[in-house]
């Protein structure tokens, strides 16, 4: 049962999520409830710096939305729902006492962290853009450390550019991805005949979605999640930096969002709508919004 809220308490924790960052790391720790994140895992999938995420983190704690536990050498922090519920209950109030169906909390795709399982036979992700040189290595990158032996991700290009983005390569350095094997390569490679076979195809910009999609092995499934290309971006260096990081957040939210499903054991009529659903997250291309 919902603790009532006072209004005292409602501001405080409006006062928390009132900025991005903060917002950011509730919404991420929502995704992984009810297990949580060491504090260099949400900082690694933020592109927070550590001193400035101690803060949030602290702020976040104080009001309540987040609770902390040791194990081992690391701090781990989870999301608190019932705080979040509360809120939601409070702001919703006068609507629900009116009109109760119109306050009815949907379902949500988005369902507790899965945890590692081996398996023979993991989820096999294609993710395509058109020169496979930022937005697709970066969700490669992430979506391989996080699926946690569940996903087996790849990326490709249509017209692929002769090497990846340096700016693309330095973030992921920066926050502790290996790079040295990442390089741009033709969607074409995966339509080998010793090439593996693919299970989901996503495209992360509207042209490669635009594009006839060849037939890759293993009839995949094919979502659309575009975002917009960080490389397009102009201007001082650290302006085109806080353009790749922004995109790197979008991937990761995204990513995040599957790797908690529980795709094993879903069907078709549910998996689709749900991997639909992450693709209109925030950034979200109007491509992608179409669906909404």
Not at 106 to 116: Q, V, W
Not at 152 to 169: I, M
Not at 197 to 216: G, K, N, Q, Y
């Amino acid at each position: 049962m919902t603790t009532r809220l006072e209004a005292a308490s409602a501001v405080d924790l409006l006062g928390a999520l009132a900025q991005s960052t903060r917002l950011g790391i509730f919404r991420l720790l929502m995704r992984y409830r009810p297990h949580g994140l060491a504090a260099g895992d949400i900082g690694r999938l933020l592109a927070v710096p550590h001193n400035t995420l101690s803060t949030h983190l602290a702020a976040l704690e104080q009001v309540g939305l987040l609770a902390s536990r040791r194990e081992g050498r690391h701090i781990i922090f989870a999301a608190v729902p019932d705080r979040a519920d509360a809120l939601l209950g409070f702001l919703s109030e006068a609507c629900c006492s009116q009109s109760p169906s119109a306050c009815e909390t949907p379902a949500t795709p988005y369902l507790s962290r899965r945890e590692a399982q081996a398996t023979d036979t993991p989820l096999r992700v294609l993710i395509v853009c058109t020169g496979n040189s930022a937005r697709s290595i970066m969700a490669e990158a992430v979506m391989n450390r996080e699926g946690l032996g569940r996903i087996q991700a790849y990326s490709a290009g249509s017209r692929p550019h002769e090497a990846p983005h340096p700016l693309a390569l330095q973030l992921l350095r920066e926050l502790g991805y290996a790079t040295a094997d990442f390089r741009s390569k033709s969607w074409d490679e995966f339509l080998a005949a010793d090439a593996p076979e693919i299970d989901l195809v996503i495209t992360v910009c509207d042209s490669a979605a635009d594009e006839a999609c060849p037939s890759f092995p293993g009839a995949p499934m094919r979502v659309h999640w575009g975002l917009d290309d960080p490389a397009e971006v102009g201007g001082p260096v650290e302006a085109r930096r806080a353009a790749f990081r922004q995109s790197y957040r979008d991937l990761t939210a995204r990513v995040t969002a599957l790797v908690n499903l529980p795709f094993e054991s879903m069907m078709l009529d549910d998996l689709a709508p749900a991997l639909e659903a992450i693709g209109r997250m925030d950034g979200a291309t109007p491509k992608s919004l179409e669906a909404a």
